[in-house]
Structures are given as structure tokens and as C-alpha cells.
């Protein structure tokens, strides 16, 4: 029996850190961990500064640099933050209504043919193609099933 929570030893070994990021005057970034300020670096991109602060941390703590996760926590004025998290929010629902479409489409396609409706056209019915009718129904995109226990 498998256990759906268990992690892998890289998950285990993993550390995760906030990456404080703070745009200067010159365009470049300057980032420091919020657990440890004594790590600090900068990049000309936020992409270069998170590159560079997971080696710095990776050093800091005698780690590999694969073992360090970043939250990249940038300094911006209120209203900017306010923004950027309402599409982080935004992005996340729509990740949990895509997921939620596309069980209940498995749902009513495994249902239609349940009843003997040929897959195209419960495809037609649905409003998707025969072709993803199929890929819902096949073995290989069905969630396991956990036993019970």
C-alpha cells in the first residue's frame, strides 16, 4: 500500500527560505534571507539575484544549491503588492476551476458512454473533441484510486 503524503529523501533534505528582493536606484536587485541577513547578493534581473542568492545560500549553509528553495519576496509599494497578489489569486482559482472542469467533463463523458453514447458523440454534446473524450476516459489520465483502509 502506498502512502499518498510520503515525500522523497530530496523533499526531505529540501530547505526552504524567503529571498527579500529590492529593486535600487540603478535597476539592479539586491536580495537578502529573511531568516539569515548575513546572505545577501544582487542581480542585474530577479532571476539573476535568486540564482545567485540560492549558490550564496548553498555555501552559507554547506548545502547543495539543488537542497535550497527560494520564496522571492520582492519589496514593492502597497499598491503594487496588492495587485500582484490578487493575480496570484486569480491564477490559483482558475488552476482550481480548470481542475474542477476537467473532472466533472471525465465525469459526464464516463457517464454519457456509460449509456452506451458513442464518444464522438458525447464529444459533441460536451463541446470537445472526440479525441479529448478519449484522453479523459483512458486509463493512463485516470487520478489513482486510493484504497480503502
Same mark, same amino acid.
Given at each position: ?13 529540501m530547505k526552504t527560505y524567503?529571498? !527579500?528582493?529590492?529593486r535600487e536606484k540603478d #535597476? ?14 544582487? #542581480? ?7 540564482? /545567485?542568492? !540560492? ?6 549553509? #554547506? ?22 497578489e490578487q493575480a496570484r ?5 482558475? /488552476? ?45 489520465? !485516470?487520478?489513482?484510486? /486510493?484504497?480503502?483502509?
Amino acid at each position: 500500500m502506498s502512502d499518498d503524503t510520503a515525500t522523497t529523501p530530496m523533499e526531505e533534505n529540501m530547505k526552504t527560505y524567503t529571498a !527579500r528582493l529590492e529593486r535600487e536606484k540603478d #535597476g539592479r536587485w539586491t536580495v537578502e534571507l529573511e531568516e539569515e541577513p548575513r546572505v545577501h547578493t544582487w #542581480g542585474k534581473t530577479v532571476e539573476q539575484a535568486l540564482a /545567485r542568492m !540560492r549558490e550564496a545560500s548553498a555555501l552559507w549553509f #554547506g548545502t547543495g544549491e539543488d537542497e535550497i528553495e527560494l520564496v522571492p519576496r520582492p519589496v514593492l509599494p502597497k499598491t503594487t503588492s496588492k495587485t500582484v497578489e490578487q493575480a496570484r489569486q486569480a491564477r490559483k482559482q482558475a /488552476r482550481n476551476a480548470d481542475r474542477l472542469a476537467v473532472e466533472q467533463t471525465r465525469k459526464a463523458a464516463a457517464a454519457l458512454t456509460g449509456r452506451g453514447i458513442s464518444m464522438r458523440d458525447a464529444a459533441v454534446i460536451l463541446g470537445i473533441s472526440h479525441q479529448r473524450v478519449h484522453q479523459l476516459l483512458s486509463p493512463e489520465t !485516470r487520478p489513482p484510486r /486510493r484504497k480503502a483502509g
